[in-house]
């Protein structure tokens, strides 16, 4: 920003579950944009309220990374896999979906397999980790149960799933997870998941005009 040119003062930049809470309800602030999950957002728009001020929110986004007949599946699929595992998946802009044309689906889930199995998991120690625990325990919980209702709900497991990576059983760290067949009626097409998990679905057929 300094070197953008804008002026010191126009722009803050401030960290912590306190700083939301202050500037969510301080009256001299007019406006608050989130983006993030629905339980944060309902938080900030009722201390909000006590204020009247404005607030515009973008919260448990589902968006889905839709791959065309002429896609370049071997770069674009790993480039998926790894936006999506950064931070360990704890990133609210991240793609966590991909919409693939059948003809090509079998192609994409053995990619996208090798490049979760592939994601290695660490301590922040260890240099060849690619991508650290989840924030919380509460976290963990949530991921872990998003997992496993999919799986309930019909969806393949190709690789992950639920429970900790071996040797990594004292943190909150999760599997790298690969779901297929996930349909539009399933609850993680629905719910952001928050973690390292990747799904996949064909783009669905087209239905015959009835006669």
């Known amino acids: ?30 406006l608050v944009s989130f983006t993030g999950s ?6 900030i728009s009722a201390a909000a309220a006590q204020s009247l001020k404005q607030v515009r929110t973008e919260l448990g986004g589902k968006s889905a990374a ?13 480039q998926f896999v790894a936006q999506l595992m950064n931070n360990s998946g704890q990133s609210c802009n991240a793609l966590s ?3 693939v044309p059948g003809s090509k689906y ?3 889930i053995d990619i996208a397999k090798r490049v979760a199995e592939n994601t290695v998991v660490g301590r922040s120690d260890d240099p060849k980790a690619a991508i650290g625990p989840l ?12 997992m496993q209702k999919g799986m309930d709900e ?16 004292g943190g909150f760290f ?8 996930v349909s539009n009626q399933m609850t993680i097409a629905r719910e952001e998941i928050f973690g390292p998990c990747c799904q996949s679905s064909p783009i669905p057929r087209r239905l015959k005009p009835s006669t």
């Open 154 to 169: 019909g969806a393949r497991l190709i690789t992950g799933g639920p429970g900790k990576p071996a040797g990594l059983e």
């Open 66 to 78: 839709i791959l065309l007949d002429d896609a370049d599946l071997q770069t674009v699929v790993p």
């Open 135 to 146: 924030v919380s325990q509460v976290q963990w919980d949530q991921v872990q149960s998003f």
């Open 174 to 181: 999760a599997k790298p997870t690969i779901l297929a067949d």
């Open 97 to 99: 979906r991909m919409i």
């Open 38 to 43: 629905a339980r944060a957002g309902r938080q």
């Open 1 to 30: 920003m300094h070197e953008a040119g804008v002026p010191p003062g126009v722009f803050n930049m401030v960290v912590g579950h306190e700083c939301g809470e202050v500037l969510s309800s301080h009256p001299e602030v007019d």
């Open 106 to 108: 079998n192609e994409v």
